[in-house]
């Protein structure tokens, strides 16, 4: 018997232990051939087997691969590689699918069931915090900085208590609380609206309780006498009196930052202290507030200094408490009062990229598509145009100077809105806030969706609609000295704005008139004992130069708006 050839011993093994592989890989396949493909793939690996072992039997030794393959011959395997590849495929798309539907329905299911909680304070501190959210499906979202791309929109941010509670008992306040003291506190100026027929004309007119608008630029007294009460002069006041006589008994986290606190009074009143290891955040908060004064804006809440003395009757009581929070003696602290029941407050849809305006033009598109407004007043309006010789739809339709229009409550409180816009716009240029809207619009060239959430330390009251203006501590100091970087953001607002309040702008021409930098000291010295005014330095020269400088600038976009629209 002759000797079995070693190469050919060795195919044989080789030919033996990859033919089940193939067999292995056509099962995984699953490949349904007929009865006829089956005995040709035997025949081809027969073939296969055969003329590998005479080649390397003759030492030959060719790599099959390298052959000229005939269209026969790569059949079978083009055949295989398609199928596999249309599987993959076909997977692929199924598992991409019930992945996408089943994130939508989590998502949809939480905005759904989601319920808002938690206490007030801001990111930075200021009365609000506005950083949580709980929802009924146990999803937890912290911070108002949640990416668009996680939940397609922001979410509303949280504020006191819950929402139903406060629609139907708006005393929130402690019972000790005398009724002067909670009249103050709770804002809650209720209006009765009076509505006539439109009208519409080119003469000269006087304003009267049922104007929207009038001489082109100005918020008629319908609007004005709709909105909330705020926190004036008398607030202040009564705030101040109220810390001098009071002691703090609690001390808890809250209010923003790490030191910042929430604080607690004997009778039950709450605050927030704001404290900063720089004096010009402090500066900032309570020159913001003093100009806010001098402005007539009701929009901020009352604030005023201390200093951190454990000797004082005000911080005697928590000495362990101001340790805790490793805070330094004689440092100074803005304490503000807190306000219970805010909701966050989203960006009006008129000062969004698409739109980013406001003018009379708007302001009488808006009154004439309110659902409810009496056809009767629309056509009356469109007729006394017609008269005139103008078409309805050309731009002979903003030849008005005044709208006196019949509208329903909620046309009159989104325009109370817009009004409460018209001021956060201008005194957010004055100070140079760098925390509020600025911050939206320097981050919509990373996040487009971010215009859509909610305005940076900004609430609204629930019980009055009153907008308030959260965190100033970078106004008219900080914000000053990064101008160059952030002032295009700042006046592409302003640049567009052109409904203002009468009043806020008569303030600012009696401030452009005299000097303003003088008016803040002399309030910061009125209401500061000369242990606060030794810590804390009043508003520097340079600042109040900025300050009188960027009025004028205001002043000038007033003029151009009078100018622009006074033949129109």
């Known amino acids: 018997m002759a000797a079995e050839n070693p190469q050919e011993k060795s195919a044989t093994k080789h030919i033996q232990y990859t033919l089940p592989t193939f067999k292995n890989i056509n099962e995984k396949l699953s490949v349904k051939l007929d009865r006829k493909i089956n005995i040709a793939i035997d025949q081809k690996m027969y073939n296969m087997r055969r003329n590998f072992i005479i080649y390397s ?38 598992g991409v699918a019930i992945v996408r539907s089943t994130q939508s329905h989590v998502i949809a299911q939480s905005f759904k069931s989601r319920r808002v909680i938690n206490l007030n304070s801001t990111r930075d501190g200021h009365t609000r915090t506005l950083n949580s959210i709980k929802m009924d499906s146990d999803l937890k979202i912290n911070d108002i900085d949640v990416s668009d791309k996680d939940l397609g929109r922001f979410i509303p ?7 139903d509670i ?19 506190l709770r804002d809650n100026k209720e209006t009765n609206h009076r509505h006539s027929i439109s009208n519409i004309n080119l003469t000269v007119h006087v304003p009267n309780d049922r104007t929207i608008l009038y001489e082109n630029i100005f918020w008629g007294p319908e609007v004005e006498n709709s909105m909330p009460q705020g926190y004036g002069e008398n607030s202040a006041e009564v705030w101040e009196k109220y810390i001098d006589q009071s002691e ?63 000797k004082d009757k005000l911080w005697n009581s ?69 008269n005139k010789g103008m078409k309805t739809k050309s731009e002979n339709t903003e030849k008005f100077d005044h709208i006196d229009v019949k509208l329903n409550k909620k046309t009159i409180d989104s325009f109370v809105e817009l009004a409460q816009w018209s001021d956060l716009i201008i005194f957010d240029y004055l100070t140079a806030n760098l925390d509020r809207i600025v911050n939206n619009l320097f981050n919509y060239q990373w996040n487009i969706n971010i215009m859509d959430g909610p305005a940076h330390n900004l609430a609204r009251k629930m019980d009055s609609g009153l907008l308030v203006f959260l965190d100033n501590e970078s106004g008219l100091l900080h914000g000053y000295r990064l101008l160059k970087k952030y002032n295009v953001y700042h006046s592409l607002m302003l640049d567009n704005l052109c409904v203002f309040r009468k009043r806020t702008v008569d303030a600012l021409k009696q401030l452009h008139s005299s000097s303003v930098g003088s008016k803040i000291s002399e309030m910061f010295h009125s209401k500061n004992n000369a242990v606060i005014r030794d810590i804390l330095p009043p508003l520097p020269e340079k600042n109040a130069k900025i300050l009188h400088d960027r009025i004028g600038k205001v002043l000038s976009q007033i003029e151009s708006c009078e100018q622009k629209f006074a033949n129109r």
Not at 170 to 184: A, C, F, N, R, S
């Open 57 to 94: 039997g003759f030492g030959y030794r060719r790599d099959l691969m390298r052959r000229n393959p005939t269209k026969k011959d790569c059949s079978f395997y083009n055949y295989c590689l398609l199928s596999v590849l249309a599987s993959f495929i076909l997977g692929l798309v199924i």
């Open 157 to 163: 941010v949280s504020f006191t208590g819950d929402k």
């Open 166 to 184: 406060h629609k139907q008992k708006m005393d929130v306040y402690p019972k000790g609380l005398t009724d002067h003291m909670k009249e103050i």
């Open 248 to 310: 703090v008994v609690k001390m808890e986290a809250g209010c923003g930052r790490m030191q910042n606190r929430l604080v607690t009074f004997k009778d039950g009143v709450q605050a927030c202290v704001r404290y900063r290891q720089n004096t010009d955040q402090i500066q900032g908060e309570i020159f913001s507030f003093y100009l806010a004064r001098l402005l007539n804006l009701t929009n901020l809440a009352p604030s005023v200094v201390k200093v951190v003395d454990l």
């Open 318 to 386: 928590v000495a362990n408490d101001i340790a805790t929070a490793q805070w330094n003696s004689n440092r100074a602290v803005v304490l503000t009062q807190y306000i219970p029941s805010l909701e966050s407050a989203t960006i009006p849809d008129i000062f969004k990229p698409s739109n980013r305006h406001l003018n009379k033009i708007d302001v009488m598109n808006m009154s004439l598509k309110e659902n409810d407004t009496i056809q009767d007043n629309k056509q009356i309006l469109i007729n006394k145009l017609k």
